[in-house]
């Protein structure tokens, strides 16, 4: 069974390889699309900061 930390440890390694990823290409929408999905494993890797971030952006 894993543990929060390994998942974050592949979350993040995934976002890493995405970022690599969308700096290797020419393709604007290549680009746009591994950014996405590095910000959607960093979603998963911090949920909590995520809900407290947005918490805080519709408090204000």
Request: glycine share 0%; aromatic share 8%.
């Amino acid at each position: 069974m894993r543990t929060d930390d390994e998942d974050r440890d592949y979350y993040n390694r995934r976002a890493e390889a995405e970022i690599e990823a969308a700096s290797a290409t020419d393709n604007p929408a290549a680009c746009r699309a591994h950014y996405q999905m590095a910000e959607l494993y960093l979603e998963r890797a911090y949920p909590d900061e995520d809900a407290a971030a947005d918490e805080a952006a519709t408090t204000r």
